[in-house]
Every structure is written in structure tokens, then in C-alpha cells.
């Protein structure tokens, strides 16, 4: 059985070892390649080297938030979707990533199947405007 993300590669930021480890464990298990990091300018890094096809990104980083990480790679040209986890529920935050090109914003504790669900949404649509693009 193949799953819905194979071959999809997933970069997780969080500076929460658990959080970090149950996304990985999730995003695995539906086939996705994944690199976890726990701090903004790992991200960056992880990033700049090798990008990805989706980054899973806390608000709330050590070394550089979350907004600086997300304004820095939705700079590149070819950059990679975003879903920007906090649990932060103020309204100003999600605005603000918004205008910094974020794609997703969930509330944590976000359910892992949610989670899941909404990367292959989002690695669909991806992937269905490119066919349309050709």
C-alpha cells in the first residue's frame, strides 16, 4: 500500500521533541520523506540546501520565530507550501502569516489525522494546478 504522500518531502520544524516526533511518526506513515529540525534558522538552512515540497512550522522557534523563517523562504522563487502550527489564537498572528504568504494555519493541539489530511489537500492542489499549468 503506498500512501498518500510518497515521494512528498516534509520539513518539520518544532522545538517540542514530542510534537516533532508525532508529526514525523504521521507524516511517515502516509510515505513522506521527512527532516525534523527545532529551531528557525535550521529551518532556513534545511531549507536554502534542499527544498522542500511542504515545511510544517511552529510559531514560537528558538534562534528565529516562525514569521522570520516563513517571510525567509517564501522568498525563494520555487518555495516550498507552508502550514504554520501555533498555539497562539490570536487573530493578529494569523493575519500577519497570511500576508507573509503562509498556506495553512492550524491551531495546536492539532489532531495528527488533520494534519495529515490537510498536507495531501494541499500536495494535491499543488500538484493538480501544475498538471494544469503544462
Known amino acids: 500500500m503506498s500512501g498518500k504522500l510518497e515521494g512528498v518531502r516534509i520539513l518539520i520544524v518544532d522545538d ?13 506513515a502516509e510515505g513522506a520523506e521527512t527532516l525534523a529540525v527545532q529551531d528557525g534558522n535550521a529551518a532556513v538552512a534545511a531549507c536554502m540546501e534542499e527544498p ?10 528558538p534562534k528565529r520565530s516562525g514569521f522570520l523563517v516563513l517571510e525567509k523562504i517564501k522568498g525563494f522563487e520555487d518555495s516550498p507550501l507552508v502550514i504554520m502550527v501555533t498555539a497562539n489564537e490570536g487573530h493578529r498572528h494569523q493575519a500577519y502569516a497570511e500576508s507573509l504568504g503562509v498556506d495553512r494555519y492550524l491551531l495546536k493541539p492539532v489532531p495528527l489525522q488533520h494534519l495529515v489530511n490537510t498536507a495531501v489537500e494541499m500536495i494535491e492542489a499543488e500538484e493538480a494546478e501544475m498538471e494544469g499549468e503544462e
Open 16 to 28: 517540542d521533541r514530542d510534537i516533532l516526533e508525532s508529526f514525523e511518526a504521521a507524516l511517515q
Open 52 to 61: 522542500p515540497d511542504l515545511v510544517v512550522l511552529d510559531m514560537m522557534l
